[in-house]
């Protein structure tokens, strides 16, 4: 397994403990059929699948965070993480490895 995909994806332990976290509920409308799933920082940035960086919301609400023009939503999940974990840094929600790599090419 490639290192970005291992660092990005969510692993069923940190699932159950954000769904826990959330009551098992979406942070978004409070439906009930929600799972721990959404990053906060996306995959495709880098996000890693850690519980600072995980949400649980439901399908719906899943895809409008992905759409960029919902920045309440963005803040929102912001905020409630802040809420959940003293000392939350979103710079430390992104896997950098890759920077490293590229850096490492271009000197």
């Known amino acids: 397994m490639h290192r970005w995909t291992k660092a990005t994806q969510i692993p069923p332990a940190v699932k ?12 978004f409308c409070k439906s009930p059929y929600a799972a721990g799933e959404a990053h906060y920082v996306p995959r495709s940035k880098g996000g890693r699948g850690i519980e600072q960086n995980i ?19 963005h803040d929102y999940a912001r905020d409630y993480l802040m809420q959940h974990y003293q000392g939350w840094d979103e710079d430390k929600l992104i ?7 590229y850096a490492k090419q271009d000197t």
């Open 16 to 27: 159950r403990t954000v769904e826990e976290r959330d009551n098992h509920c979406c942070i």
């Open 55 to 73: 949400l649980t919301v439901c399908r719906e609400c899943h895809r409008k965070l992905d759409d960029a023009g919902n920045k309440w939503m």
């Open 95 to 101: 896997y950098r490895k890759f920077e490293v790599h």
